[in-house]
C-alpha cells in the first residue's frame, strides 16, 4: 500500500509555552528529515537521532507529523527569515488532496508505456522509468502550478533514465513517435550520424487544467550526464532576454538529475553556482533527482559522501525536499511548492524524488548479480498505478485495459512508419538561418569605409561627465582615436571592438564572456570602465544609441565547462547574436573538453541543432610553459569534419575585425574556433591600417606578394608567420615567401591554390609551425597539401614530437624558437 505520513494532531494550546513550542519546531524543522521515511523498498536512508533531542508530548507529536513523514525538508541552512517562515508556513498546514483520478490517470499512462515497450522490444535499451513514475505527475503539478503565476516556457534537461517516458507523457509527443524510433526505420537517413533514441530533443505544448499554455523544450543531452545541466541554463537565459523585464516570470528550467550524477559530476556544481551570478541568472530552476538509490551497480554509500546524493546543494541557500515517490500525494504537493517558491523568491529549488529501478542500468544489464537482494523485493513490489489505485479506492482495470490497447494500437502504426519522425520544431527565430556545407553559404561584404571606422572607434572610448578613467586606459583611449585618425595602426583589441560596435550598430546583439573578459587577460580589450573613485563600472558599447543591439560583457567565474555549455546553451536560443566564449589561456578549454566534443561540434551532425557560438582561445609559443602556449589546434582539426566547425588564426587586426563580421552577418550558423594572439596583440607586423578595414572579405589565405620569384615557399599560421617575417627582414632575405592560412578548416584549398600559382618558380612547399611535430596542424596541412601539390616538394618545421606542449624554460623556448627560424631560411632536408 502507499506510504503515508501520520496526520499531525493538533496540540492543547491553552497552556502551552508559545516559546517552548516554537524551539521544540526549531528541532524539527532542522533534524525532522533525519526521521523520515523516504525509500519505498525501506533498504536505505534508516532514520537516525537528532543531535538535539526533542522532547516527547503532543507538541512534538505535532511536529514530527509534519517534518517526519513522507517529505523531509532542508531548508533551515537559509539564511533568509523570510524564506523559511514562507516554507514553515507551508509545511505546517494540513495539505489539500490534489485531484487524484488525474494522479491516477499519469500513473497508468507512465506504466503501461514501459510495459508495451518491455513486451514489444523486449531486450531492447529504454532505461525505463519504472519505480519512479511519480515524476509524470510530479512534473504535471509543477506545470498546473506555474501556468498559474505566468509561465509560458519551460526549458527541461534530462539525462536517459525516463526520458522517453517524459516525452510521450508530459512534453506530448505522439507515442507512434517514439515507437518508431524503436524500430529504426530509414537507417541510410542517418548514416554516420543521428543520436540513439534516448538522447534526442522533444518539443510539446503542456495545457493547464484551466486552459493556460507552456511551451515545452526538452534539451538533447549526451551521455555525459551533467553536461546539458548548463546549457539548459543557458538556453533559458537567451529566451528570457528575448522576453526582456518578465522573461524570468515567463521561462521556467526544469533540470532532471540521476542520483549518483548529482553527487559526483562537477559540472553541475559549477553550473548551480554560475545560474546564481549576475549575467547568468535565470531566476532559479527546478532540480529534481530522480533518485533509484543505486548509481550504474554503485551503491550510495559508494556514490555519495552523506547521507543524501543532494547534500552538495546546501552549500548555496536553496530548499531541497526529499520525498518518498510511492506517496504520489506528497509528490504532488511538493511540486506544488516547489513552483510557488521559484516563483516568490527567484530562486533554485532541489527536489530528491526517491524510489528505486525496476530494472538493470538498462533492460540488457542483470541487476541481481550485484544488489541481490534490493531485487528480490523489486521482483514481487507492485507497479505504483496499482498502489495508489488501491489507496485511493478507485478500481484502475477498464481505464488500464483501454491505455494499453491505444499504446499497442500506436506500436502497431510505428511499424508502418518509413522514415524517422522529428520530435522537435525549431521556433521561428531560427527560419532566417542554416547549417548544412560551407560551399551552400552566401558571402557577406565585411569591409567598411574608413569613416565609419573612425566614427565606431569613438564610441568604444567615451565615457560620462565626470567619470574617473584610469591614467594608463586614458593613454590607451587616446592611441585609440590616433588609430581613428590613421595616424596610428590598429592592434587587436581595437578592431574586435570596432567589430562589435559595427553590428551593434544594426541592431545585432553582441554577447562576450570568460576569466577576465571585461578588461581582456592581456590587457587588450577594456570593453568595461571602471571609475577610480567609486569603482563603478561603465561599458562605452552599450551606450552607443538608442537603437542599438544589445551588448553584453561578463568576468564570468573560474569555470570553463559551465561557462562554455551555458554560451553554447545561448547561442542556440539567440541565432542572430554574435555570442562570444574566452578561455584566459587557450588551452584552459580542455576544461570544458565534454562540451566541446558532445555539443559544440556534433550537435548538427547528432540532432540537427545549430549553433554560431565564437571560441576565443589564446594560442602562442611565447616561453610561458606547458599551460599557457597551446590551445590544443591539433584537437579542433581532429573533431572538424563534414563542414560541423570553423577553425581559424586570423594573422592580423584588420582580419580579425573581418572574421567576426562574417560570422554574425551571414546567415549560415557554425560554431567558430578562434587561435587568436598573446605577444601579438600589439605587434606592428601584426596591426593594421585604416585602409585595411576597407577590405571586401576576410581573407582565409593571406598571399605574399612582397617577393619575387621565390624558391621556396614558407607555410604558416598565426605568430610564427610573423616571426618568420620579422626574421626574413632581419636576414635580408629576398627568395622565401610566407604565406598566411588563416582559416585552416574548411581547408581553403582554391584560395591557397592561388596563392602558390602566384610563385611558380618555388620548388619547396614547406609547412611551418612552432608546435612539437606530434601536435598543431602539421598531420593536417600535410595531407591536405600533399593532396594539392605533385610537383613540388612538401616539408614541414615544426619542434619534436613531445608528451608536454611546450618547455617550462623560457632560455630553452628561445634556443628552440632559434632553431625553427635557422631551419626556415637554411636548409631542409625532408
Not at 532505461?127 to 502550478?145: C, K, N, Q, R
Request: glycine fraction near 6%; charge should be negative; hydrophobic fraction near 40%.
Amino acid at each position: 500500500m502507499a506510504i503515508k505520513a501520520k496526520s499531525p494532531k493538533p496540540a492543547e494550546t491553552s497552556n502551552v509555552n508559545p516559546d517552548q513550542r516554537e524551539a521544540i519546531f526549531d528541532i524539527f524543522r532542522r533534524w525532522g528529515f533525519l526521521q523520515t521515511t523516504l525509500d519505498p523498498l525501506g533498504q536505505f536512508l534508516p532514520g537516525e537521532p537528532f543531535p538535539t533531542p526533542a522532547p516527547d508530548g503532543e507538541i512534538s507529536a505535532e511536529a514530527r507529523g509534519y517534518y517526519c513523514g513522507t517529505i523531509a525538508a532542508e531548508f533551515m541552512h537559509i539564511a533568509s527569515p523570510e524564506r523559511r517562515a514562507w516554507i514553515q508556513a507551508r509545511m505546517e498546514t494540513k495539505p489539500e488532496k490534489p485531484d487524484q483520478r488525474h494522479v491516477l490517470t499519469q500513473l497508468i499512462k507512465a506504466d503501461v508505456f514501459e510495459q508495451v515497450i518491455q513486451s514489444r522490444y523486449l531486450g531492447t535499451k529504454r532505461f525505463s522509468l519504472e519505480g519512479l513514475t511519480a515524476l509524470i505527475p510530479f512534473l504535471d503539478a509543477v506545470f498546473a502550478a506555474s501556468s498559474e503565476v505566468g509561465v509560458t516556457h519551460s526549458i527541461l534537461a534530462m539525462s536517459h533514465r525516463g526520458r522517453l517516458n517524459v516525452m510521450t507523457n508530459t512534453v506530448g509527443r505522439g507515442a507512434e513517435e517514439i515507437f518508431a524510433k524503436f524500430e529504426d526505420v530509414d537507417p541510410r537517413s542517418t548514416l554516420g550520424g543521428g543520436d540513439v533514441k534516448y538522447h534526442m530533443g522533444a518539443t510539446g505544448t503542456y495545457v493547464s487544467p484551466t486552459g493556460k499554455e507552456i511551451d515545452l523544450h526538452l534539451v538533447s543531452n549526451p551521455s555525459h550526464l551533467e553536461a546539458v545541466d548548463p546549457v539548459a541554463i543557458g538556453r533559458a537565459r537567451a529566451y528570457q532576454t528575448r522576453l526582456g523585464q518578465s522573461g524570468r516570470d515567463q521561462v521556467l528550467p526544469i533540470i532532471m538529475h540521476g542520483d549518483a550524477a548529482f553527487a559526483g559530476q562537477g559540472i553541475f556544481a559549477e553550473a548551480l553556482v554560475l545560474a546564481a551570478l549576475s549575467g547568468f541568472n535565470v531566476g532559479g530552476s527546478i532540480h529534481v533527482i530522480v533518485n533509484n538509490l543505486l548509481g550504474f551497480t554503485a551503491l550510495p554509500e559508494e556514490s555519495n559522501a552523506s547521507r543524501f546524493s543532494s547534500d552538495m546543494a546546501k552549500r548555496l541557500p536553496i530548499p531541497i525536499f526529499h520525498v518518498n515517490a510511492e506517496d504520489v500525494d506528497a509528490v504532488v504537493r511538493v511540486a506544488k511548492l516547489a513552483a510557488e517558491y521559484r516563483h516568490e523568491f527567484h530562486s533554485d529549488v532541489v527536489i530528491d524524488l526517491v524510489g528505486y529501478r525496476r530494472h538493470g542500468h538498462s533492460e540488457v544489464d542483470d541487476p541481481t548479480v550485484t544488489q541481490p537482494r534490493r531485487y528480490a523485493v523489486i521482483k514481487d513490489h507492485p507497479v505504483l498505478s496499482q498502489i495508489y489505485a488501491k489507496a485511493v479506492g478507485i478500481d484502475p482495470a477498464a481505464e488500464i485495459a483501454a491505455v494499453q490497447n491505444d499504446f499497442l494500437a500506436k506500436q502497431k502504426e510505428a511499424t508502418t512508419f518509413e522514415h524517422k519522425p522529428v520530435l522537435a520544431t525549431l521556433p521561428k527565430y531560427w527560419d532566417a538561418y542554416h547549417g548544412g556545407y560551407f560551399a551552400d553559404a552566401k558571402d557577406v561584404k565585411t569591409g567598411l569605409p574608413a569613416a565609419k571606422i573612425a566614427e565606431l572607434v569613438k564610441a568604444t572610448t567615451k565615457a560620462p561627465e565626470g567619470f574617473n578613467i584610469h591614467p594608463k586606459v586614458k593613454k590607451l583611449f587616446e592611441q585609440r582615436m590616433k588609430m581613428a585618425e590613421g595616424s596610428l595602426a590598429f592592434d587587436y583589441g581595437m578592431a574586435e571592438l570596432v567589430a562589435y560596435a559595427s553590428l551593434l550598430e544594426t541592431g545585432t546583439p553582441v554577447r562576450l564572456s570568460g576569466q577576465d573578459s571585461q578588461r581582456g587577460t592581456f590587457n587588450q580589450r577594456h570593453s568595461a570602465l571602471v571609475d577610480t573613485e567609486t569603482e563603478q563600472r561603465y561599458v562605452p558599447l552599450a551606450h552607443m544609441s538608442d537603437g542599438q543591439g544589445r551588448f553584453e560583457v561578463y568576468n564570468s567565474m573560474l569555470s570553463e565547462a559551465a561557462v562554455l555549455g551555458f554560451e553554447y546553451g545561448f547561442s542556440r536560443d539567440f541565432p542572430e547574436a554574435l555570442v562570444l566564449w574566452e578561455a584566459q589561456f587557450g588551452d584552459f578549454a580542455n576544461g570544458a573538453q565534454i562540451i566541446i566534443d558532445q555539443f559544440i561540434v556534433a550537435s548538427e551532425a547528432k540532432w540537427g541543432l545549430l549553433s554560431g557560438l565564437v571560441m576565443l582561445l589564446p594560442h602562442g609559443y611565447e616561453g610561458q610553459g606547458p599551460e599557457h602556449s597551446s590551445a590544443r589546434l591539433e584537437r579542433f582539426l581532429q573533431l572538424a569534419a563534414h563542414d560541423n566547425i570553423q577553425i581559424c588564426q586570423p594573422s592580423t587586426a584588420a582580419q580579425h575585425f573581418h572574421m567576426l563580421r562574417r560570422q554574425a552577418m551571414r546567415s549560415l550558423r557554425k560554431p567558430l574556433i578562434v587561435m587568436t594572439p598573446k605577444s601579438m596583440l600589439r605587434h606592428p607586423d601584426a596591426s593594421s591600417q585604416l585602409k585595411d578595414f576597407e577590405a571586401d572579405h576576410f581573407l582565409t589565405v593571406v598571399p605574399d606578394h612582397s617577393v619575387k620569384a621565390p624558391k621556396r615557399i614558407l607555410l604558416a599560421s598565426g605568430k610564427f608567420g610573423h616571426n618568420l617575417r620579422v626574421e626574413r627582414e632581419k636576414r635580408a632575405i629576398t627568395d622565401v615567401a610566407i604565406v598566411f592560412i588563416d582559416q585552416l578548416y574548411p581547408w581553403p584549398k582554391d584560395e591557397l591554390q592561388a596563392a602558390l600559382d602566384e610563385h611558380p618558380e618555388a620548388t619547396e612547399i614547406v609547412w611551418a609551425q612552432e608546435e612539437p611535430g606530434n601536435m598543431g596542424a602539421l598531420f593536417y596541412v600535410m595531407n591536405e597539401l600533399r593532396g594539392m601539390v605533385r610537383d613540388r616538394a612538401v616539408l614541414s618545421i615544426k619542434r619534436s614530437p613531445s608528451a608536454s606542449p611546450a618547455t617550462g624554460s623560457a632560455k630553452a623556448h628561445d634556443l628552440e624558437e632559434k632553431v625553427l627560424l635557422d631551419l626556415a631560411f637554411g636548409s631542409l632536408k625532408a
